[in-house]
Nanobody, 121 residues
Framework: QVRLVESGGGLVQAGGSLRLSCVDS????????MGWYRQAPGKQRELVAQ???????RYADSAKGRFTISRDNAKNAIYLQMNSLEPDDTAVYYC???????????????WGQGTQVTVSS
């Protein structure tokens, strides 16, 4: 059973930093892609950053230069280091994972419960 658990959210002043963690109880090596999405009040959920099993990384334009995603298979975890935070970064941040279904081109998709990040001005 996949269970993604996020931590590290909180309240921070503009310009500050936070590090989000997402841990699965089982081996994450089977996930083709893991990443972070966020959803602000009244807005759609959007991709922040993702990392593939072979290390390819993709960032949203808003995250480039400020956020860093990393993956530690030994700890069954991914991280999102967020620096130079801005009030517009305020949102619930969700961990996301995709696993290919054997023998198909389809993926199973998993979400964590989310962690709140609030950036004050």
């Amino acid at each position: 059973q996949v269970r993604l658990v996020e931590s590290g959210g909180g309240l921070v002043q503009a310009g500050g930093s936070l590090r989000l963690s997402c841990v699965d109880s089982r081996n994450i090596e089977s996930f083709a892609i893991m990443g972070w999405y966020r959803q602000a009040p009244g807005k759609q959920r959007e991709l922040v950053a993702q990392i593939s099993s072979d290390g390819n990384i993709r960032y949203a334009d808003s995250a480039k230069g400020r956020f860093t995603i990393s993956r530690d298979n030994a700890k069954n975890a991914i991280y999102l280091q967020m620096n130079s935070l801005e009030p517009d970064d305020t949102a619930v941040y969700y961990c996301h994972a995709k696993r290919r279904i054997d023998g198909s081109a389809l993926f199973s998709v998993y979400w964590g419960q989310g962690t709140q990040v609030t950036v004050s001005s």
